[in-house]
């Protein structure tokens, strides 16, 4: 009987050590299930712990807690791997990313529940210490299971048994079939190491192409003014989704009633981002660039370099620059790289109503406050304006009320009692984002439409591009990195020369994305007027 206990005890062992390292991401949350696939860290472990019960003799408990220690990091860093990607849509960059984490986490403690903020943050701690202390007695159940001849011949084989599926499988694609071998954790320690060593040693840097000259005349859009608008999380699975298409459509419908009523036209694309869930600032810089910037060490060594973008383009045409950024809530001296006449922050823009949200701002607030700042125009010169909204960020809810009396937004009421409690009523409902989503998008909508009727007689070319997808708790598994564009204008040539160029008429955008999203460049300024540049350089 005590020779099946400790064998049972023994497989046990061994079990808690493989799951340990094999679970996945229960989308779209932060929890995890349990997987029958086998851990190739797991074998090794075994081989090396029989290897050095035979050849020095058993470890010590300082030796054993000091492998729990690096076991819990293992388990730490297939949580991060599998649940970042699951709900964020791509692979974490630490050397970059990390400094933005405290960020991310205030935003998401202002619109979550107490409860939940304190039951990550307990988590976060006590996880951590109940797995070393199961962990630490799982190794010395193996340790000590290494001492018996037999055991040590059976561990030896069945870790013999993994590594060679595991290598077999690298040759034959039919061996999963046999033997699932789950994906190594340690590789993503390596790949985040070799990372840290490219941008350290500065040969990032010396990897990007050289800056070369954006110009145009800018004759199809003389006299008017131009917004570039980036629509945070707007994304194609808007309008590839069935649920999403029928939620959003009574919305869409009088968006594209506004533009008609108000004399303009729209047609539309869908290009590839350089960025899915996050980071905008990373879809903005390929826009504006030419550049094709899909992380932020490509991002900051561009920034490096005095290089020409849409916003020079347009300045040395006569145009007043501006910057609207109501996520900007510190200093930016990135933002000398654009070279923006004025750059409107939070503190410039003053918002004074009731808070939605991280940024407390609201994007038809924004719109006008632009107004209000800018006066219309400053001697007749014409504007170029950019302006990243901010209401349609994830987790989406509160999502603020459209208010169509334009002047009472300005005010520190500017809803009424009962709109505002059930705006706030509404909290985010983090294991189906979907509803909270189109409601945000509702809204933008409702804003654009309101904006365009709010100047129905004024000339301007409004271009309103999708920064990238929102996170995969929303857009699913494997979804594309697709967004839509489209330009509103009463500008006829503008829009000729945009079909040309694959658009199509009227807001639903192409099924399939015409470009990548730094590529569009060109093809804006095409349609802008007569292009002076050499842009391939930058593709």
């Known amino acids: 009987r005590a020779v099946v206990v400790r064998w049972t005890v023994l497989a046990a062992a061994l079990a808690l050590l493989n799951l340990s390292l094999t679970f996945v991401n229960v989308w779209p949350t932060l929890f995890v299930r349990l997987t029958g696939a086998v851990s190739i860290e797991t074998a ?26 690096l076991w819990v990091f293992l388990v730490v860093g297939r949580y991060a791997d599998v649940t970042t990607r699951s709900l964020y849509g791509r692979d974490i960059n630490l050397y970059w990313d990390v400094r933005y984490m405290p960020d991310v986490s205030s935003m998401l403690a202002v619109v979550a529940e107490p409860w939940m903020v304190a039951a990550v943050v307990a988590g976060a701690l006590l996880l951590p210490l109940v797995a070393y202390v199961l962990i630490r007695w799982a190794l010395g159940c193996v340790s000590d299971a290494t001492h018996d ?19 077999a499988q690298r040759v034959d694609a039919r061996i999963p079939e046999v033997l699932e071998i789950a994906a190594p954790v340690t590789p993503v320690f390596m790949n985040q190491a070799r990372r840290f060593v490219y941008e350290l040693s500065g040969a990032g840097v010396r990897a990007l192409p050289p800056a ?17 608008i980036f629509i945070e999380s707007y994304g194609q699975v808007s309008w590839d989704r069935p649920a999403f298409v029928t939620a959003l459509a009574s919305s869409r419908a009088r968006l594209e009633a506004a533009i008609r009523d108000t004399g303009r036209e729209v047609v539309s694309a869908s290009v590839e981002s350089s960025t899915f869930g996050g980071e905008s600032w990373l879809a903005h810089i390929s826009l504006l660039t030419g550049a094709d910037v899909r992380d932020q060490d490509t991002n900051v060594r561009l920034m490096a370099q005095p290089r020409d973008t849409m916003v020079t383009a347009f300045a040395r045409q006569g145009y007043r620059t501006v910057a609207v950024m109501p996520g900007l809530q510190r200093e930016w001296p990135e933002g000398r790289f654009y070279r923006f006449d004025q750059v409107y922050g939070a503190h410039e823009l ?21 107004d209000a700042l800018l006066g219309g125009r400053r001697s ?34 500017p809803y009424d009692a009962d709109t505002l409690d059930r705006a706030w009523s509404q909290p985010p409902d983090w294991l189906n984002l979907g509803p909270g989503y189109t409601q945000a998008l509702d809204y ?14 004024r000339d301007f070319v ?37 079909l040309q160029k694959g658009f199509r008429k009227g807001l639903a955008p192409t099924t399939q994305p015409l470009m990548k999203i730094n590529a569009m460049l060109p093809v804006l300024l095409d349609g802008f007027g007569e292009v002076s540049s050499n842009l391939a350089a930058h593709r």
């Open 44 to 69: 090794l472990l075994v081989l090396v712990m029989v290897l050095i019960r035979v050849w020095i003799g058993p470890p010590s408990r300082t030796a054993l807690r000091t492998l729990g220690v």
């Open 149 to 167: 001849r037999w055991a040590r011949r059976a561990l030896t084989a069945m870790a013999a048994a993994v590594l060679a599926c595991g290598i």
């Open 212 to 228: 070369t000259p954006i110009t145009s005349d800018l004759a199809r859009v003389r006299g008017a003014d131009v917004f570039l």
């Open 350 to 370: 003053d918002y004074r109503g009731p808070p939605f949200g991280w940024w407390d701002i609201t994007d038809q607030y924004v719109f006008a406050r632009l």
């Open 380 to 413: 007749g010169q014409p504007l170029f304006v950019f302006f990243p909204t901010i209401s349609t960020h994830t987790p989406f809810t509160p999502t603020p009320p459209y208010q169509p009396d334009w002047k009472r937004i300005l005010t520190a009421t």
């Open 444 to 457: 933008i909508h409702a804003t654009l439409a309101g904006y365009l009727r709010l100047h129905a007689r």
């Open 462 to 498: 409004m271009i309103l591009v999708g920064d990238h997808q929102p996170p995969a708790a929303v857009s699913g598994e494997h979804a594309s990195w697709d967004v839509p564009v489209h330009v509103i204008t009463s500008r006829r040539e503008l829009l000729d020369r945009l």
